[in-house]
């Protein structure tokens, strides 16, 4: 069942990575896709909320603290839908920051699969604690 697993899990963060390309962000561009029952429900890119100008950094290169991360855009991309994220899994280039590991935990999402580690590790932690499974994806698995 592992191997299937990561076989699974490694094509999602694959598609995690392409929707990243989609963000106008600079800086950094993360993308989020949303599985539940082996179905995609949801995903999302980092950037400016809907009706902003897509430019997510201002003059010194600091990200505006509007823009939205992608695992954020995802879950509330669900609000809009007949979906819930109650017991599915979450796929991202970047662990969660603490503010969007509230709303990964609020969510129901019962699983974090993700790439590269944010700065910050306080998001993965109370999602441990949270007892949401996390996973620290291998990069040489996506090949």
């Known amino acids: 069942m592992k191997i299937n697993t990561d076989r699974f899990d490694a094509a999602y963060l694959?598609?995690?990575?392409?929707?990243?390309?989609?963000?106008?962000?600079?800086?950094?561009?993360?993308?989020?896709?949303?599985?539940?029952?082996?179905?995609?429900?949801?995903?999302?890119?980092?950037?400016?909320?809907?009706?902003?100008?897509?430019?997510?950094?201002?003059?010194?290169?600091?990200?505006?603290?509007?823009?939205?991360?992608?695992?954020?855009?995802?879950?509330?991309?669900?609000?809009?839908?007949?979906?819930?994220?109650?017991?599915?899994?979450l796929y991202l280039t970047m662990s969660p920051c603490k503010e969007c590991s509230k709303l990964i935990h609020q969510s129901g999402i019962k699983r974090v699969v993700f790439l590269n580690?944010?700065?910050?590790?306080?998001?993965?932690e109370f999602l441990k604690k949270a007892q949401v499974e996390i996973i620290h994806f291998d990069k040489k698995k996506l090949n």
């Open 14 to 89: 694959r598609l995690a990575v392409e929707w990243s390309k989609l963000s106008y962000c600079k800086r950094r561009k993360v993308g989020a896709i949303i599985v539940k029952d082996r179905m995609i429900i949801s995903d999302g890119y980092n950037g400016t909320p809907s009706g902003f100008d897509n430019c997510c950094e201002d003059e010194n290169n600091e990200t505006n603290w509007f823009v939205l991360h992608a695992e954020a855009n995802a879950i509330l991309k669900t609000a809009g839908s007949n979906h819930n994220c109650k017991n599915s899994t």
């Open 117 to 124: 580690k944010y700065k910050d590790s306080t998001g993965i």
